[in-house]
T-cell receptor
Framework: EPEVTQTPSHQVTQMGQEVILRCVPI?????FYWYRQILGQKVEFLVS????????KSEIFDDQFSVERPDGSNFTLKIRSTKLEDSAMYFC?????????????FGDGTRLSIL | GEDVEQSLFLSVREGDSSVINCTYTDSSSTYLYWYKQEPGAGLQLLTY?????DMKQDQRLTVLLNKKDKHLSLRIADTQTGDSAIYFC???????????FGAGTTVTVRA
């Protein structure tokens, strides 16, 4: 069964550094998402992306965050200048049509640790 | 309330049925979802139900939806040790794209 893949599985970064988290969505999917889960807290929506632009973003997704689909397969989340509070598990998801018509399939996540 | 609510813990004996309950917030949520998260792993889609349905059955899983009370439940029949995980309920508020998750119910299956 096709799956969403994320790399790396664990990223350790110094505070203030830029970090790029990578995702390869399922190949025929058109909608892409990033979520995060701070340890012990809920999974929170960050951003959705369709047709090379952001469809929706949450309050968490401020100017320090950006997303990009640099080629036909990858979908990336960049954090420009990381803060301690960015430490979390980041999940990428994709869906075939939209989140309401087709379910979102998640990757295994990237654990981001900010030192 | 503002949040999707779930009880935090459930302990069940192997072979018994598990019932995980969820109260969601937005009556315009078109679909409601159940995801499973095993330790160190991602979110695995278990099942989902369209908001105009009352029930959906898929092998050992039964989803019940009470739209009037905004209550969703997941029943796992013949619970096995491999069912030990965190189970998240999620809605699509406003019928939009994003998923809004509950805090998750940790299910522990004991022998």
């Amino acid at each position: 069964e096709p799956e969403v893949t994320q790399t790396p599985s664990h990223q350790v970064t110094q505070m203030g550094q830029e970090v790029i988290l990578r995702c390869v969505p399922i190949s025929n999917h058109l909608y892409f998402y990033w979520y995060r889960q701070i340890l012990g807290q809920k999974v929170e929506f960050l951003v959705s992306f369709y047709n090379n632009e952001i469809s929706e973003k949450s309050e968490i997704f401020d100017d320090q965050f950006s997303v990009e689909r640099p080629d036909g397969s990858n979908f990336t989340l960049k954090i420009r200048s990381t803060k301690l509070e960015d430490s979390a598990m980041y999940f990428c998801a994709s869906s075939e049509i939209s989140g309401t018509d087709q379910p979102q399939h998640f990757g295994d996540g990237t654990r981001l640790s900010i030192l | 309330g503002e949040d999707v609510e779930q009880s935090l813990f459930l302990s069940v004996r192997e072979g018994d049925s598990s019932v995980i309950n969820c109260t969601y917030t937005d009556s315009s949520s078109t679909y409601l979802y159940w995801y499973k998260q095993e330790p160190g792993a991602g979110l695995q889609l278990l099942t989902y139900i369209f908001s105009n349905m009352d029930m959906k059955q898929d092998q050992r899983l039964t989803v019940l939806l009470n739209k009037k009370d905004k209550h969703l439940s997941l029943r796992i029949a013949d619970t096995q040790t491999g069912d030990s995980a965190i189970y998240f309920c999620a809605e699509t508020p406003g019928g939009g794209y994003k998923l809004s998750f509950g805090a998750g119910t940790t299910v522990t299956v004991r022998a």
